[in-house]
């Protein structure tokens, strides 16, 4: 009767978790790593180290199973079902627990008994379920939520072992528990930490619990732990790059031998150990799949480990260097430098910024609640009331109080899932995301502890209560506040900013960068959420694949630099080089000096306004770039280093470049003439050595053009730019506010803004000229720019309304401005309060900024006796003669009496204000 009723519940919790996962979960990929797992999934390609093959030829079949019509969202499925199947486990192992604990058969139980065991585990099991990272992890393609559910398979193996531990063919339970181990490798190393609790449960049920015994048990679970990793995992492909590949065919045939003859002589434990490693090498092997794919040339085929040296390296992760445990301060970033610097010594540091800020807040927000949903938010009481951490603290007093032996099994696995993990990885600040997705196997042992903590209050209400008639609606009640107070409230706090349900974002941006570019583009990227989102694009949904993406990060990488050159992915055109194959395979940081690099154009090959002249080009009603910018008949900018060492005492610093210079440096002076050449808006000005006064902002890229501008990153055609902005790029969802985006989205669709914002004041510099635009139809239409300025910022509102994306205080005031002289006031006016907010949230009482730019705002749009107070206020503090002048100006307009000069305030000052004005 207990199994079916268990098993039946069981079931129930992974439909609910289903239910929830499918309800909340992304439509396609999500920004970070998951457009770059489908995209290789899909094609089989080969993902940054050290890869994920079991992952990729899982996701490979889902790609192909036709349940949505978006590959991504297939492939999302993958994290749905291991995540609610997790679920389901973990409902499974706290009910195991309690079994063990009390000692009886199920079958025994009373009624109050099984209500309290069954509700313990749904109370615990629901509480990870609705868990802010594993949540976060269930809804997208990541590794995480396969590498959890690997790490909930083998603990309720090892237990289902351990329930059978004494009937004959128990070892088969171990043997699919090793295979697991196996299969995990090719999903997450995290899964290896279980090991330690696996270990505990076989030592309780085989051996006599001493201090000899227990010295012996950390040993052993350590040597297998480091025969595993590093042993199998590293050592092995070492052996087969150093000494021969044959080397995994005799390892191979000595495990096959050791089977046989163990089987034939009878030796059981050595059997079942020697089939177990074979199990484990089996689980492993799937990583042939990256050598044997790295063969074929994939499109994305990250390392090239095509040899066993290139493997071997792709496998130790090579490309992203040693992580030392000790000292804890180890990077020489001048930017971690800095932040080392504010901690008192090496345990200070550990203590409160890689323990508390990266471990301790992360356990906070699953349990007690998270403050907000930008990155380095901390803990907030008010979110969770502290419910499910305080029944988590219970619950790990009477696990250990009941059966201290399976309290530190899962204490373990919390501790080497957290603590270890966080020693191991010896982080630096700051991190460019949160990272708290890696600790979902601490959470999760916690959960466990939730669940026995109901069981824990319903032994102490039987210790009150002997009575059966009052002990069955006690241990209801306290079994349905735990879904109210603890599941119910973490469901109800986290829902909706864990929801990605029609969240297109990620998929509309890349789609708008790859169509900023023109035919046969290079494209300069700067990191994953501007690259990763566009493999996707190319690979999956085999849009733009003519677009050659230039990785600013991978272009430090020999590898990555002579795919660019020797390939041709989905038929797009090589990228010219000068550099032979071994120049560029010896590139690394070169000394420098300051250069002037001038590069002739070829004034045949380009129109008026520096275009290339295609068979597709209509050039006879192409005008001229409008005045200050341009046409230049060479584009000559200074090639400075990006990184200055400081010299020795008395010596002047010494400049580098990096391998990503030369690339750029080589991209443009051997294509820029043959193809067009763009940098994407994310990418930094440090990046583009030096060529920033020629570059046209066509979209969510800037085309490099031979047109020099007065000051950089100032040259737009706003005919190009409107038409990419108003009928070609997407948008889907941005301005529902049923749907949730989280900071990444927000930050990245932020950039639409300043793009809107600088074609509308394009379009303000001459309101009563017109120009011709392209409609959605296709059809050339003449329109007043005026209308189109006003059409812009109303586009801009609509599909990114300020209130929800934050909108910096100074280009807000741009938009009230730009409305305010194009004779919209009362739209300027309805931007004002929100305005007036921001300038007294960035108030700090020692800067104008602010308050100077709500004062202008109020000029601007007529409200003279707002702007008289704001003026009067910001003189009596700063006691500027600009100041005062803009206070006179403002009373003569509203005919009051000016007192003092306006002449005082000297151009000087003038120049001084708006210097400190400056962004």
Partial sequence: MHKKINSSIAVVVLIIAQILYL?????????????????????????????????????????????????????????????????????????????????????DWSLSEKISAYGSGVVGSLALAFSDSFWF???????????????????????????????EGNERWLMVLMYMMGLSIGVHLLNLLAIFAIALVYYYHRYEVNVKSFIWLIV????????????????????M??????????????????????????????????????????GYTTYTVIFIRAQADPPINENAPTTMKTFHSYLNREQYGDLPLWPRRWSSDPTHQRNYSKYDSEFDYFWNYQLVHMYARY???????????????????????????????????????????????????????????ILYLNQTEPQPRERDYSYVGSFFAFAIWIGIGIDGLFEALRESFRDEKTLVPGAAALCLCGLLFVDGRMLQVNYYDHSRANNYSPWDYAYNLLQSCDKDAVLFTNGDNDTFPLWYLQEVARIRTDVRVVNLSLANTDWYILQLKNESPRGAKKVKFRLSDDQIRQLSYMRWDAKRISLPVPQNKITPRGDLITSETDTTDIHAPKPPAQLVDKIEWTFSPAISVPGRSGEQPQGFIRAQDVVVYEVVANNIWERPVYFAITVSESNMIGLNQYLRLDGLAYKIVPVKSSKAFDYVEPDILYGKLMNTFQYRNLGNEDVYYEETTRRMVSNYKNIFMRLAAE????????????????????????????????????????????????LLSGVISLYANLGENSKARALLPELQEKANQYDSGGDPRPKFVLAQAYKEVGAYEQAEALYQELYSRFQDPMLKQELNEIRRTLGRNTTGNDASASESSLDSIEKTLQP
């Fill in 363 to 421: 356990f906070g927000w699953q349990f007690i609640g998270r403050a907000g949903d930008v990155q380095d938010s901390g803990v907030d009481w008010s979110k969770l009331w502290g419910l499910p951490f305080v029944l988590g603290m219970f619950g790990m007093y009477h696990h250990f109080r009941r059966q201290w032996t399976m309290g530190l099994v899962v204490g373990a696995l919390f501790m080497v899932t957290g603590f270890a993990l």
């Fill in 137 to 167: 992890n269930a809804v997208e393609t990541e590794v995480y939520a396969a590498s959890i559910f690997f790490t909930a398979i083998v603990i309720w193996l090892i237990l289902k072992w351990n329930e059978e531990a004494d009937q």
């Fill in 763 to 810: 379009y303000a510099t001459s309101p009563n000229a017109s120009s011709e635009i392209k409609t959605a139809d296709g059809s050339m239409k003449r329109v007043q720019n005026k209308d189109l300025a006003i059409k812009v910022l109303d586009k801009a509102e609509e599909i990114l309304p300020n209130e929800r994306y934050e909108i910096d205080y100074r």
């Fill in 220 to 239: 052993i679970s350590s040597g297998l732990f480091f025969l595993i990793y590093p042993g199998i995992i590293k050592f092995l492909p070492a052996l």
């Fill in 241 to 282: 790059n150093s000494v021969s590949p044959w080397i995994a065919v005799v390892a191979a045939a000595g495990l096959g031998y050791a089977i046989y003859y163990t089987q034939k002589e009878r030796m059981r434990i050595m059997n079942t150990i020697v089939v177990s490693l074979f199990l484990i090498v089996l």
């Fill in 23 to 107: 309800l909340t979960m992304a439509p396609t990929f999500s920004f970070w790593d998951c457009g770059e797992f489908i995209a290789t999934a899909y094609t089989l390609g080969v993902p940054h180290p050290p890869g994920a093959p079991f992952f990729l030829i899982v996701g490979r079949l889902f790609s192909m199973i036709p349940f949505f019509e978006d590959i991504g969202a297939r492939v999302n499925l993958i994290s749905t079902i291991s995540s609610s199947v997790t679920v389901m486990l973990t409902y499974l192992i706290i009910v195991r627990f309690i079994i063990l604990y009390r000692d009886k058969n199920p079958n």
